[in-house]
């Protein structure tokens, strides 16, 4: 998350947007604050996925994409976890 050098309220702002984001995707009924949550948490899971495998985002546009397919692993992993 400190390599995409945006600020702690862009994060929230971007991860709130990609939690949104990620809970229409994968059909997710979440509240505001569990899709704030989900993003930037998504984000930092991602970065470190795509850091293991060589890949790099950078900037607003990068933490979004990170963000959404990071809270998306995140929902498919609480799916798992409560059957």
Same mark, same amino acid.
């Given at each position: ?34 899709? &704030? ?7 930092? &899971? ?34 798992? &976890?409560?059957?």
């Amino acid at each position: 998350m400190a390599d995409a050098q945006i600020g702690w309220i862009a994060a929230i702002i971007i991860g709130g947007i990609a939690g949104w984001i990620a809970s229409a995707l994968m059909k997710s009924e979440n509240g505001l604050l569990l899709n &704030v949550i989900l993003g930037v948490l998504g984000a930092a &899971v991602a970065s470190v996925l795509f850091g293991v495998l060589g890949i790099s985002f950078g900037g607003w546009i990068g933490y979004l994409v990170a963000g959404i397919i990071g809270a998306c692993i995140l929902i498919v992993g609480s799916r798992v &976890v409560r059957r």
